[in-house]
Every structure is written in structure tokens, then in C-alpha cells.
């Protein structure tokens, strides 16, 4: 379902070259899909174009901000960062989207045949798997811990003696996050208090974890292509040209559509073709999109979009539909009220960004000492 996008990692409001300016680009375009997406307003073909890259994309920008210095850094200082810039908002994010979603919106719901009962998000916050009713209030907080184990993994493997090391390591956990869920996924359990079947999931993500380790690394070896003037200029047309024929013939060759939090991946090969191809394609398209003024501040408060967009919703409906008297069924099926949706979420959360990020910035991934907007 970081922090392009949700990538997580601050990047500077004033880069000291223009040439990473684009990166805001990327993260806004990205974020601004996933929203329409989860809008649910609107359902299309064309959305497995989409969810054969973005989860595989916000990972990749995360660990494209990875320095190499991070392999003299103490563990403990470390682990404190990591906990404080993703566990921290985590819980208290699920605090306050679990109160709001047990006083507010599952009273409307009530009978509705897949709504867990109240124990079970609550459990989920400690438990922090996505899908199946274990985040029902906020299933994108499900990120902020998968990431956290993720970091936590790859500090040790930066420690590999040479990156020819580490990407054999990435190779190994491919196919370990990949067979993970080729063997779990026909499994299942349940509980007499849950209405419904549950799949066998490792806690915070660390099944899908692997995978996400991938995405991860690569993001940290081609940070010095990426990152340098050669990705403006060397070859530029043609690794486009490249990357998206990958893009459309892994995604169009992958049977079903790929959902990263379920760790439904598809077709191995198909799946981390389409996913690579459809990162290096938006990440050079992006890259000839001249900086403005709306992409920078949705891209810079890319975040803060991403964990609370699903809270935005029934509020915007409530407007919509009690204040405007829209009939909620004409906001059904209609490709224009996922843009309306999509728009009101971006407006109204990026005001809240920036208070956030001046007031508590730790809730927003960054580091107090040294806020960005």
C-alpha cells in the first residue's frame, strides 16, 4: 500500500544544485497516484500500471539517501534515530487513527460483514501487518514499521566487505521474500472472535521486509548515478526508452495485480522488471519536469499525505455529502470525484505538513535539529 513519495528521508528545501530539485517532482506524482487509487471512487485497467512500481519506488527513495558513512555509525545511536523518526510517528499516528476510527467511523459500518471487531485493529498496532483488519483504522501505517526493519537490516548489510557482496545479498533476499509468500499464501487460520480467515504474516512487516530490502539497496547503489549530472545527461533518452518498455511488458505480462502489503507479487521476473523498469522511467521523466511551486509542496509533505489520506476521505464524504447534499452515489464510479477526492487530500494536508513539520517534526520523519519543510 515512506516517503514519496512517501520516502522518508529529509532532503534539503534549498539543494545547493538545482539538479535534485526533481526529486520533490517524483515523490509528488507518486503520492498523488496512490491517493487517486485509494480513493476507491474509481476503478480502471490502467491501475496495475501503477501498482507494479510505487510501493517498490517509495523503498527505492529511501535507500537512495543512504550515505556511505552510515557503515562507521554506532549501532545505538542508530537504532535511536530510527526508532524516534519511524516508531514514534507510528504509534502515535495508529493512537490517534484508531480513536477516530472506533468513535467515528466504525459505528457507521456496523454489520457490515468484513468489519473486524475493536480488539483487532487494536492488537495490530503492536502487531503491524497490513490487510486483513489488523490496520483497519490506517493500513498505510503499516509502512513507517517495514521500513524501520528494513533500515535495521540494511545497516548490517552496507557492512558487507564490497557492494559486489551486497548485491548478492539483494539477489538472496528476493527469493527469500518472493518464496516466503509462494509457500504461506495457500495457508490459513482462524480465530472463533474474527469473522473472517487470516493469512500466516511475520509482525512489522518482516516478511515482506526482503523484498522491500531489494528495492532498498538498489535505492543505495545507484545513488551516485542517480544523484550526479551523468543521469541528466548520459544516455538519458535511451535508459528511458529502456525502462519503459520493461515497465509496460512486465506489468502487462504479470498475471493480477501486484499488492506489495499483501506480498502478492506475481510472477517473480515480471514483477522486478516491471517495478525497476517503472522506477528508472518516472525517475528520468520526472527529471524533465521543470521544479514549481504545487509539485514541491505536495512532494515535500509527501509523508504526511501518505498517513493520513485515508482519514481525509470520510471527512471529505461528510462534506460532500451533508453540507454540499452531493449524493454520495453520483461520487461512485466517476474518474472526476477520484480527482476531486485527490485534490481536497492534497490542499488540506499539506497545511498540516508544514505545522507538523514546524512544530513536531519528528512526526513527519525528521530529524529536530534539522527540520525541513
Known sequence: MTSPLPTVETLPSKPPTGRIL???????????????????????????????????????????????????????????????????????????????????????????????????????????????????????????????????????????????????????????????????????????????SLPYRLPWGCDLMPTALVFYGAGYLARPYVLSDRFRTWLRWGIMGGAFAAYLVGTSLNPGKVNFVLGRYGNFFWFYLAAFGGIFFWLHLCQLIKPNRVLTAIGQSSLTIYLLHLLAFPLITGVLTLILQIPNDSLKGVWWAAMLYTSITAASLIPVHYCLNQYLPWLVGHNPRRRSP
Open 22 to 196: 526533481w526529486i520533490d517532482n517524483i515523490r509528488a506524482i507518486g503520492i498523488l497516484l496512490v491517493v487517486f487509487i485509494h480513493t476507491g471512487r474509481f476503478e480502471a485497467a490502467w491501475f496495475v500500471y501503477i501498482l507494479s512500481f510505487f510501493m517498490p519506488l517509495f523503498f527505492f527513495l529511501s535507500g537512495l539517501f543512504v550515505k556511505d558513512s552510515l557503515r562507521e555509525k554506532p549501532f545505538g545511536p542508530f537504532l535511536r534515530d530510527k526508532a524516534l523518526r519511524r516508531l514514534v510517528p507510528y504509534f502515535v499516528f495508529n493512537i490517534l487513527s484508531y480513536g477516530f476510527w472506533a468513535i467515528l467511523i466504525r459505528p457507521m459500518r456496523d454489520g457490515t460483514v468484513d468489519l473486524p471487531p475493536l480488539m483487532q485493529p487494536l492488537l495490530g498496532i503492536f502487531y503491524g501487518v497490513g490487510g486483513f483488519g489488523w490496520l483497519r483504522h490506517n493500513i498505510s501505517l503499516w509502512f513507517l514499521v517495514c521500513l524501520f526493519v528494513t533500515e535495521v537490516a540494511f545497516y548490517f548489510l552496507i557492512r558487507l566487505p564490497s557492494k559486489r557482496y551486497l548485491v548478492i545479498a539483494l539477489g538472496i533476499c528476493s527469493i527469500v521474500g518472493y518464496g516466503f509468500f509462494a509457500f504461506t499464501i495457500p495457508l490459513n487460520y482462524e480465530l472463533a472472535w474474527i469473522p473472517y
